[in-house]
């Protein structure tokens, strides 16, 4: 085919014209960053949240209206690392975040972007001090308080044992903070707490922590702490051929991911959560082949978070009449108002949310058979 002059000079003009086009696509979209861990061992929980949320931006997008640029950071589930994550966000322009995933680093960040204006969703850090005395920053997960007690009701409700057993992490917050109303909980409802074992953030060897809970015969063993641990404890139990119910929270979520984790140890545990991906409800069933037929795997309650954050976002932004061109700080203004306002369903329930930043929703329990979660 023979080009004329004509005809190049119009294919340039075009080019620059469609150039032009997606540059103003960009320039017009309401920017969200994403902070959490995207490497290192708390990684599930961050890539899951990203996809999640990369998800539900693609669907948004696609209808038309507010249009959505997203930003993920790595923050390694590291304090500092988090908080240059964010300065690089505030930076690239971002309007709001969808972070910190994990509690520790949220607190930092959620500190800064009080000070500076900066609104904050958090999929998954559930301590009360992520939302203490911080007006701009909303949580989208249960609270560590209303984990610990729900978790005591279920096992009280369900007489799931008379005697129980508890493992928890008193060097994070997250763990901590779940335990104490878990005992607090059981207690009112007269579990007996038989054993309590502690460990940090660098303990490897379990043998200690579980030998105490099968010596003091517990039938459960409650471990509010994050799948990493979770995973060595259920391998120990198992090289000492003790098998009782574990029963843990959010933080376990995750734990049949783990590259070259055995997961038939995973087999029978028990956890809270507010999501579970068999629930044949349309937008749970409508998320969770989406999400399988992009990413060749099961969704779990990290993908479920990031995705209803992102649409809790977007229905906040249109309500509060939000754009491209409104500042960091009047979107953080906005923001406060319009989730005061905000309901919504979504695949980890139907939310409002208070002005402490808490969500209000129903947990559910799942049950580990045969390598997946399955409704309890």
């Not at 004509?6 to 920017?31: D, F, H, N, P, R």
């Not at 120990?236 to 029963?247: H, L, N, T, V």
């Not at 069933?285 to 209803?308: H, L, R, W």
Request: contains cysteine; hydrophobic residues 45%.
């Amino acid at each position: 085919m023979k080009f004329t002059k004509t005809l190049v000079a119009m294919i340039l003009v075009l080019a620059m014209a469609l150039s032009m086009s997606s540059i103003a696509m960009a320039e017009g979209a309401v920017k969200i960053g994403l902070i959490g861990p995207m490497t290192g061992a708390a990684a599930s929980y961050g890539t899951s949240v990203k996809q999640g949320a990369e998800l539900a931006v693609e669907e948004v997008n696609a209808l038309g209206g507010v249009q959505i640029e997203l930003n993920v950071m790595d923050d390694e589930h590291d304090a500092e690392k988090s908080v240059n994550a964010y300065n690089n966000l505030w930076d690239w322009g971002c309007q709001m975040i969808i972070g910190s995933v994990t509690t520790t680093p949220c607190v930092a960040v959620g500190a800064v972007a009080y000070e500076e204006r900066m609104f904050m969703l958090t999929p998954s850090a559930s301590s009360t001090d992520v939302i203490a005395n911080k007006d701009n920053v909303y949580q989208l997960c249960f609270t560590d308080p209303a984990q610990g007690s729900a978790s005591a009701q279920y096992i009280s409700d369900h007489a799931l044992a008379s005697k129980v057993a508890v493992i928890y992490n008193n060097a994070d917050a997250y763990s901590t903070g779940i335990y104490q109303t878990f005992e607090a909980k059981a207690a009112e409802l007269g579990l007996e707490i038989v054993s309590v074992s502690t460990f940090t953030d660098d303990t490897t060897d379990f043998s200690v922590q579980v030998t105490s809970a099968k010596e003091a015969g517990a039938e459960l063993v409650f471990l509010p702490i994050y799948y990493t641990p979770a995973s060595m404890i259920l391998q120990q139990a198992d090289s000492m051929e003790y098998a009782p119910i574990f029963f843990g929270v959010d933080g376990l979520d995750g734990i049949l991911n783990i590259e070259g984790f055995d997961t038939s140890l995973a087999e029978g545990v028990m956890l809270l959560t507010p999501f579970s991906a068999d629930a044949t409800d349309d937008l749970t069933v409508n998320f969770v082949t989406k999400y399988q037929e992009k990413y060749s795997a099961t969704p779990d309650q990290f993908a479920a978070d990031g995705y209803d954050c992102v649409y809790a976002l977007y229905n906040a932004v249109q309500n509060a009449g939000i754009t491209a061109e409104t500042s960091t700080e009047d979107a953080c203004e906005l923001l406060i108002a319009a989730m005061q306002e905000l309901e919504i369903t979504g695949v980890t329930g139907t939310m409002t949310w208070s002005s402490t930043g808490e969500v209000t929703k129903t947990p559910t329990a799942v049950k580990i058979e045969n390598g997946v979660y399955v409704g309890a």
